[in-house]
Structures are given as C-alpha cells and as structure tokens.
C-alpha cells in the first residue's frame, strides 16, 4: 500500500523516527518527503535504507507566499503519488496535508510534538494556529501527541477524543543510550543545559539563577546550544557571551558527542517555558543523570520531584535557584541514586522506542484491516 511520510527535515526524521520509519516500510510502499538540502550528509547514510525525495521547507517562515509554494508543492506530490496513507510529523507537513486531505482519499495521521513558539506566546499566531489545527485534523484518522496537555488541547478544540493517541515522544533506545556511571572526579556540581539557544528554553533565568548560586558554592553550568537563528525566540550569541562574562558558566556550540558532555556532569537542567516530550531530558534520563526542569507537560513526564530531579515553577528565577541549591546538597551516594532512578523512570513509563514504535504501528495498521 503506498505511504508517504512528510516531515520539515531529514535530521528530524534521522534522528527520532529512523527505526519507526524503517518499520513502517516492511509493509509498506513507502517515500519520504523531507528537506534534505541542509543535511545531504544523512542522506548519503540512508539512501540505501529507505526512498527519500526532497521537498523544500521553510519551517519558520510566516510569510504567505512561502507557505502557499509550500502547499502547491505537498499538493502536487499527492497528486503524482496519489498514497492510501500519509503520515505526517512537524507543524507545517501536520497542518498542510491535514487542509488538502479534505481533497483527497488517504488516510491521515499526523503527530503533534508541541505547538511551536507562536502558539505559546499567544496573540494572533495563538488563534490561527488553533483553528488551522481543528480544521486540518478534523480528518485524521488518528492523532498522535507527546503529552498529557497537547492532548487536552485537541479534546478542548472538539476533535474525537478516541482519535486521539498519546506516545511517549519518539522513545529511546536503552541498548544505544547505555548508563554512564557517576563519577567523583566530575561529581562537583557540575550542570549541563542541552538545547537550542532560546528564551523560551528558560536560558537567560538559569544563567541568573546559577550567578547567585556560584557566589555561595563551587559549581559550574556548560550550555550546549545549537544555534536555530531562524526561530523568533533566538537569542543573540553575542547577548549570551555579554551575560556569561566573569562567571563560570561555558558555551559550547552545535555538540555532536552528547554522550562525551554527559560523562563530565552530575546533573542536567532544562527550564523550558514548554516541551513535547523533551528529547534532552529523554536522553539524559537513560545516560543515568539527576534532572532538573520545569513543572510542565513534556517534562514532569520523566522526572519526579526529591526521586531522580527537581521540578521548578516555569519562568522563576527563585525557584530554579532553590532547586539548584536542593542538587548541590546532596551527597555523591544520593546524586548516584538520582540518575539510577532516571534511567529506571523512563523504562517503567514505557519510554522504550520499542513500546512507541509498536504503538504507532499498532494504531496505523488498525485503521486498514
């Protein structure tokens, strides 16, 4: 049965959904439409794997003319390929194939892994967005989403609460995402930030807040960003470099080796104002670390409060700085069992790449007996 599957990039699709992917085109006649310009690289590794095409997405791009060429390029692809089923991941592909399969004949299923920077600081993208959703996924066969809150949100937007299916994010895989054991040498409050360079990721309140803690403990925080200059929550790296002066906080730019930054840090913090189901935390809960993060939808999921981390109130300065201090506390035997209990966490809540992926196969293959 043929089966397209469209996503905004090829590293999304490389790094989060290759083996669901994968699993997808044993039983069926499979493409993929991504941007593969900017990473031709991972391309080069799957080729063989799986039948990739390129389409061209401008992700960020609020721009009405972009958007429509966008439009007519997914809908000149249906028509060619004319699939029985269309599985999409990310905002634009989700909303854009959601609007044409109201032309078409295929079976829709998008996922929503969080609503993007415009949804969540209102205004007029907040109520656009909202009614793109409810209009492009009225028709979908089923809805996958990443946490508890996206949930709520379709329900409140009236769309069929048994369409709706909740994963785990894209899971992870326990086997390649070994335990790293503590070390002493590197046990000395030593805080990792994993993510991209943006207000929204709470950024600037743990710089604040770790300024406060370094003048009563010794600790350090390593922020390993990877620069995303086209979203509108960017933040300058010249303004992280002015507020980073004179203290000891280190800025690493586009890491690839993840695993080497964790080996080096007893605990990692993310204080996003909003998640999916965060990746960083995901992947620093099975590498066995303490986490901290904020108490929202997309987090919390993966970590419980005085167990593996410490929840924070979103936004707050002094409550991040609490939670810093909370860690800094702890004796070398408790951050030990902290990260032990991260990596169990997540295996006990289904975390698995194996579960989401029998998941997803499982609510797909049901709508074609």
Not at 362 to 369: A, C
């Amino acid at each position: 049965m043929k089966t397209l599957i469209l996503s905004n990039s090829i590293w999304n699709i490389y790094n989060f959904r290759f083996k669901l992917v994968k699993e997808i085109s044993k039983k069926n006649n499979l493409k993929v439409y991504c941007d593969i310009k900017k990473n031709f690289n991972i391309k080069k590794k799957i080729k063989n794997k799986i039948n990739i095409k390129n389409i061209s997405f401008s992700s960020k791009s609020i721009n009405l003319l972009d958007n429509f060429k966008l439009i007519y390029q997914i809908n000149r692809i249906l028509k060619k390929e004319k699939p029985k089923k269309v599985i999409s991941f990310t905002l634009k592909p989700n909303l854009f194939c959601g609007l044409l399969s109201y032309f078409y004949s295929f079976k829709f299923f998008p996922t929503l892994s969080g609503l993007g920077t415009s949804y969540n600081r209102g205004g007029v993208f907040f109520y656009l967005i909202k009614l793109f959703i409810k209009i492009s996924f009225k028709n979908a066969s089923k809805i996958f989403t990443h946490n508890k809150n996206e949930k709520l949100i379709l329900q409140k937007l009236g769309l069929n609460k048994k369409k709706i299916i909740q994963v785990n994010g894209s899971g992870i895989d326990f086997n390649r995402y070994k335990k790293i054991n503590l070390s002493k040498k590197f046990s000395n409050n030593n805080f990792l930030y994993i993510g991209r360079l943006l207000y929204d990721k709470g950024i600037i309140e743990l710089i604040e807040a770790f300024k406060m803690l370094e003048k009563t403990i010794n600790c350090k925080l390593t922020l390993a960003v990877i620069i995303d200059n086209d979203n509108i929550s960017s933040i300058k790296l010249r303004t992280i470099k002015s507020k980073i002066l004179n203290s000891n906080i280190s800025l690493k730019i586009n890491i690839k080796d993840l695993k080497k930054m964790i080996k080096t840090h007893d605990c990692v913090v993310l204080p996003s104002y909003s998640e999916g189901m965060s990746r960083a935390i995901m992947e620093a809960g099975a590498f066995g670390r303490p986490i901290i993060c904020s108490n929202i939808s997309g987090c919390r999921e993966m970590v419980q409060n005085g167990f593996n981390g410490f929840l924070v109130k979103p936004k707050s300065i002094e409550s991040l700085l609490l939670a810093l201090k909370k860690f800094s506390n702890l004796s070398f035997k408790a951050k030990v069992k902290f990260g032990s209990n991260s990596r169990l966490l997540l295996k006990k809540k289904g975390f698995d790449e194996n579960n989401v992926i029998n998941k997803y196969l499982f609510e797909i293959n049901d709508n074609y007996k």
